[in-house]
């Protein structure tokens, strides 16, 4: 999932440009993967829509962070419901259970950090590729979640039961 490198491994990625994957209705952009920094973070472009976000989660191995670009984010962290608006900047530590999702009725928009890398594999795997990132999918039915919960397992990603 390599990007274009500049010398010196660098790497410049354009407006619009990056693999694109759908993860239930969310658009993931990737800017930068492991195969770019060592293994040391990951970053893409969330666009989410509103009508689903993923269950309540804990990553084992990553930390996730959150800088909104457009629109707002309801977030959950260890139980505990909050508010993310455009300019704000949220961090997920690993090992503790949370959720996000656009908020306020309408798609959002943020700079999505995982530290270290890996995660890009799990979206890969478990979403599609974004051949028309303007078609938003449906929400999937519950064989389809499903098959991501166990895809998610093998990334080190558990969904604690409801």
Known sequence: MSQPSLTQ?????????????WLLTD???????????????????LTAGPELGPPPHIHRNNDESFYILEGTFDFSLAGQ???????????????????HRAGGGASARALVIQVPAGVERFIEEA??????????????????????VAIARKHGIEVPPS
């Not at 930068?32 to 293994?39: A, I, L, S, Y």
């Open 9 to 21: 491994g660098g790497v410049h990625v354009g407006k619009g440009e990056g693999k694109s994957f």
């Open 27 to 45: 658009l993931h952009t990737f800017k930068v993967v492991g195969d770019d920094t060592n293994g040391a973070f990951t970053v893409a472009e």
């Open 81 to 99: 419901a909050f508010t993310a608006r455009a300019g704000a900047f949220v961090h997920l530590p690993r090992g503790v259970v949370h959720t």
């Open 127 to 148: 979403g599609k590729p974004a051949t028309d990132p303007s078609v938003r999918p449906a929400p999937p039915a519950l064989p389809e979640l499903e098959r991501i």
